[in-house]
């Protein structure tokens, strides 16, 4: 009884475990190409993981879809395009440069430059005599207390 348990336990299991699809290609560079757009595609269910990734039915679905264009003859851009037309610019992990995204893109660079402003600040600061002054007179405050407090 429990042998047969356990047969149907593995039978019962078995189409789960087995996600991998395989696809003939016409040409080895179509499955290079194949394999590069589904590990730079996201899958629209799954947050982070990419169609090549996720066990998703959508993302079986958009392997599907890369597949048969690639083999239609379609570009990688081409491929792309129609994937974020239909899906949106969350498909991708690398989101091009519109309206929408020019401050994702520019961040960085507006970040950098804050910072740069903030250490130039800082250092016009210290070379006024102001804080060299400051430090002097906090030194002498702690000689005079540190030699007052030897005898």
């Not at 910072?115 to 405050?141: E, F, M, P, Y």
């Amino acid at each position: 009884m429990i042998r047969l348990l356990l047969s149907l336990m593995i039978v019962w299991s078995s189409p789960s475990l087995a996600v991998i699809e395989t696809y003939e290609f016409s040409s080895p560079d179509l499955e290079l190409r194949y394999k590069a757009l589904s590990q730079e595609l996201r899958c629209p269910k799954c947050q982070n993981q990419n169609i090549a990734d996720s066990n998703a039915p959508i993302s079986r679905d958009l392997r599907a879809i890369v597949h048969e264009q690639l083999e239609a003859g379609a570009t990688d851009e081409e491929i792309v395009n129609f994937l974020v037309d239909r899906y949106g610019e969350f498909v991708r992990y690398r989101p091009g440069m519109d309206s929408n995204t020019l401050w994702l893109w520019s961040a960085p660079v507006i970040l950098f430059v804050m910072a740069i402003a903030v250490v130039l600040l800082q250092i016009r600061k210290d070379r006024d005599g102001q804080t060299v002054s400051s430090n002097a007179a906090r030194a002498s405050k702690l000689r005079a207390k540190f030699d007052g407090d030897q005898l």
